[in-house]
């Protein structure tokens, strides 16, 4: 069923935007408001978050288990529901048919950019499949409406796109249950992709693959984006992937950007000491050396700590760090991060690593 | 001699079950033995191909599938003799397991620490609510979560990694002797993947828990396996020590495997993607 694998390109420069970013994220709080047991919680799962992607570009994004990745996606996506909900802030995108403010849309214009413009694979989306419907019913519900081929046609459409995924074409009579989950994470890429969207969201697309066919799916993502010029933005906690895939790289705690620069500048000089530890904690085939974890443990977004976040379990805090929360700033070209200490000096970070 | 831990003998599965199955019969698990010593607590990882039947075997381990042929020991009790309700319960108390996929693990109509509280109810000595939610907090507070954090809360409302975390920690409620893991940190950050990974090494050396653990992750494979075993269509094609499998291959198979993995070192070399075997650093 694996057929040969082509090599992915090397993303190595970041290619310089042509036109006004794709995608411009400004100043974005979303919040859930839930009430527990009588009592009123407020969790801040995306606070004050600001970032551009660029036409052509595959952005990804890691951090912090609970730190509001899928939730930032998902404001993204406009794909939100109470009790989450937008405080401040606004999401654009400059399509080429036009711009759109996601949330100046009304449900009917939004329902019309998805899958078509935007597209949007869920986290743990296996499980969206509808579980008593056969796969083939799912790309006639969600893809046909998208594209121009009906019919036969859509059918063969279907198939040969499925193959690009290493599926077999039989799994479109198959019911989700019956499919491996690496099986079902595919069909679940192969719908998002079928209709060659201008933007691709994708939240753990390829956690349950194999490395042989994750390969073979990060390659068929990249082609399909420089194929079609369009952009991607990834999240994983894939670190591997990240600094194979992306040109560039944003590092999410407790529901902030702290970090964001091209991957490799991420990777070789981290500014902020979270992403110091996530990359040093990773353990290589052949390194027998201990890795750990972080000390302490993660904060929580209802009542997260004073000043900044990462405050008591960073090891470069100082005083101010307990007191005034830092604000992303460019400290190397094209290279930002929210830590004090390595706006003053960025040397000292490399430290902990 | 003292029977082994677990014993898989010549286990099949073969599905034949209607829609793409009907048409080809599927040997989903096909002839696999393995042993794990009651006396040696180890991790034993399985990798392999996506749909090559890990998570089919683990369910049969598990005794939520029946094989098709072959038999599978506890403790030297064939699982098919664990049939009443009381020596359900009791095999369950002793091998626990951790699913792939956490949103499909949980009812999302159901509250997440009730997960944890029947746990501590059936399988511990908690005799009150409050000793139930001692127990259920001392397992959350091992994977970086507590019981006020989840309290309450459904599965919807939880990311995906601490959704994973609870999977866990619902694991270790009742001191399982062994752990059948699939994909236990898919979904959890680096750095927390190290605790998991740490605190599953702790299980086996300081309470002598055993582990199968199910991963695409070779490096973790590494980092935590005593023995590994390589899968490709139903069938082991390579087992041994885990370290020298993953250092140097023999089956064509898991020498593809090993060249495919991504890593950070070489992502920025001139060919990052070119399929040449990368050097193995022993
Ligand atoms: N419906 C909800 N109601 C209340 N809180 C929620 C809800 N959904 C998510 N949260 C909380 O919001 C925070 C951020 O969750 P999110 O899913 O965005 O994290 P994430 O970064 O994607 O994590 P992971 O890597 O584990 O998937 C978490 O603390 C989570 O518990
Ligand atoms: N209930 C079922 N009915 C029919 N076929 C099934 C069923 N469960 C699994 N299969 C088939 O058995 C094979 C093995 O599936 P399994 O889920 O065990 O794979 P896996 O190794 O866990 O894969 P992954 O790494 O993708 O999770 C697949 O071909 C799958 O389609
Ligand atoms: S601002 Fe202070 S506490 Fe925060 S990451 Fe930087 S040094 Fe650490
Ligand atoms: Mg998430
Ligand atoms: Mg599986």
């Not at chain 1, 490395?211 to 933005?233: A, D």
């Not at chain 1, 620069?261 to 052949?286: C, E, M, N, Q």
Request: charged share 25%; glycine share 6%.
């Amino acid at each position: 069923m694996i057929t040969e694998l082509r090599p992915i390109p090397p993303s190595v420069e970041l290619k310089a935007p042509q036109t006004a970013p794709l995608l411009t994220v400004d100043r974005l709080k979303a919040y859930y408001k839930t009430q527990l047991f009588g009592v009123d919680r407020e969790v801040r799962a995306v606070d004050d978050v600001s970032l551009k992607i660029n036409r052509n570009e595959i952005y990804g994004l890691a951090g912090e288990s609970s730190s509001g990745k899928s939730s930032l996606i998902k404001t993204i996506a406009g794909a939100i529901r109470p009790p989450f909900r937008v405080v401040e802030g606004s999401v654009r995108f400059n399509f080429k048919d036009g711009e759109r403010d996601i949330y100046k849309l009304s449900p009917q214009e939004l329902s019309a950019i998805r899958w078509s413009h935007l597209s949007y694979i869920m986290q743990g989306s296996m499980s969206v499949l509808n579980p008593v419907r056969r796969i083939k019913h799912a790309f006639a519900d969600f893809a046909l409406p998208h594209v121009s081929v009906k019919g036969a046609d859509f059918t063969r459409l279907v198939e040969r796109h499925l193959k690009r995924v290493h599926l077999d074409p039989a799994v479109l009579q198959a019911y989700p249950h019956e499919l491996s989950g690496g099986m079902r994470q595919r069909v679940t890429i192969a719908l998002a992709t079928v209709c060659s969207p201008e933007f691709i969201i994708a939240d753990e697309p390829t956690t349950a693959l194999d490395v042989i066919v994750q390969k073979g799916v990060l390659s068929m993502v990249r082609e399909i984006q420089q194929e079609l010029g369009s952009s991607v933005l990834f999240v994983t906690h894939d670190m591997a992937v990240h600094a194979n895939l992306t040109d560039r790289l944003g590092i999410m705690y407790a529901g902030r950007l702290v970090e964001e620069g091209r991957t490799r500048d991420v990777f070789k000089k981290p500014l902020h000491p979270y992403t110091a530890h996530l990359i040093s904690s990773l353990p290589r085939i052949g390194d027998e050396a201990p890795k750990k974890g972080l000390e302490g443990s993660p904060p929580s977004l209802a009542d997260p700590p004073s000043g900044c976040r990462f405050h008591p379990r960073c090891p470069l805090a100082i005083d101010i760090c307990h007191r005034e929360a830092p604000q992303m700033v460019e400290i190397l070209p094209g290279h930002r991060a929210a830590c004090h200490v390595a706006q003053a000096d960025p040397t000292r970070v490399e430290a902990v690593a | 001699m003292s029977p082994n831990l677990l014993d898989v003998e010549n286990v099949n599965k073969i599905f034949t079950m209607g829609g793409l199955i009907s048409r080809t019969v599927n040997h989903a698990v096909n002839d696999v033995s393995f042993s794990l010593a009651a006396d040696k607590p180890e991790v034993f990882t399985i990798i392999g191909e996506s749909g090559s039947g890990k998570t089919t075997l683990a369910g049969m381990i598990l005794n939520s599938l029946a094989p098709t042929s072959g038999r599978i020991l506890f403790q030297g009790r064939d699982l098919r003799d664990v049939r009443s309700r009381r020596d359900r319960l009791a095999f369950m108390s002793h091998v626990q397991a951790i699913f792939q996929n956490p949103f499909d693990a949980f009812n999302p109509l159901k509250r997440v620490d009730r997960y944890l509280f029947s746990a501590a109810q059936r399988f511990t000595e908690s005799r009150t609510t409050e000793e139930a939610a001692e127990r259920a907090d001392e397992a959350l507070r091992k994977v970086g979560l507590s019981l006020i954090e989840i309290r309450g809360r459904y599965p919807h409302e939880m990311s995906g990694g601490q959704l994973q975390r609870v999977a866990i920690a619902r694991a270790l409620v009742s001191n399982p002797s062994l752990i059948v893991a699939d994909e236990p940190v898919s979904m959890i950050d680096a750095s927390l993947r190290m605790t998991v990974i740490n605190l599953f090494k702790k299980l086996r050396d300081e309470i002598g828990v055993s582990i199968i653990y199910i991963t695409h992750d070779l490096a973790t494979a590494y980092y935590i396996s005593d023995r590994l075993i390589i899968m490709q269509k139903g069938k082991i094609v390579e087992g041994g020590d885990a370290r020298t499998v993953l250092a140097a291959p023999q089956h064509p198979y898991s020498i593809k495997l090993r060249q495919a993995v991504l890593s950070v070192d070489n992502a920025w070399r001139d060919e990052p993607f070119a399929d040449t075997i990368p050097a193995v650093v022993t």
